[in-house]
């Protein structure tokens, strides 16, 4: 059977990527918050907000991943978890904000994904609905192809 998360925490640890980010996410674990719903975000998330719709806001990732030159995120508004729980409008938003973000960063190409549900399956860190837009950085020098995990070892 799966090692399911504290249901009370809205953050994953174990998924975490650089030590920063674990430092952050004790904190948010000792004060019980979900780090992405809005009354909690500038508590902890310390970019600025670039858009913000009825059901998304558009910022940068504060840890980006390696070798992306934009890596951002569009967070839901309303704590949400699934797929399921989402208005249906959300996502006519989330492409209209995510064709801004193409356009104003001069977006060749790249992807965006949405990881859901519990944090073993989807590997994500916060348990609060949100999309990753990633353009990777291919000119950088010693560049690595820019990978999105999904699922842990347990």
Not at 38 to 52: A, C, F, G, M, T
Request: negative net charge; proline residues 6%.
């Amino acid at each position: 059977m799966a090692n399911t998360p504290n249901p009370t925490t809205f953050v994953d640890i174990e998924n975490a990527r650089v030590d920063e980010q674990k430092q952050v996410m004790k904190e948010i674990i000792d004060q019980g918050h979900c780090p992405f719903c809005l009354e909690n975000l500038r508590l902890y998330h310390k970019k600025p907000i670039l858009k913000e719709g009825k059901f998304w806001v558009l910022t940068p990732n504060q840890w980006p991943y390696d070798n992306t030159r934009v890596h951002l995120l569009a967070i839901s508004t309303t704590h949400v978890e699934t797929l399921g729980e989402l208005n249906p409008e959300a996502g006519s938003e989330l492409i209209e904000l995510l064709s801004w973000a193409e356009k104003e960063y001069q977006a060749a190409g790249g992807g965006f994904a949405v990881r859901f549900g519990d944090t073993n399956y989807s590997a994500g860190t916060v348990k609060h609905l949100h999309a990753q837009f990633i353009i990777p950085d291919i000119e950088k020098k010693d560049f690595v192809p820019v990978r999105l995990k999904i699922g842990k070892t347990l």
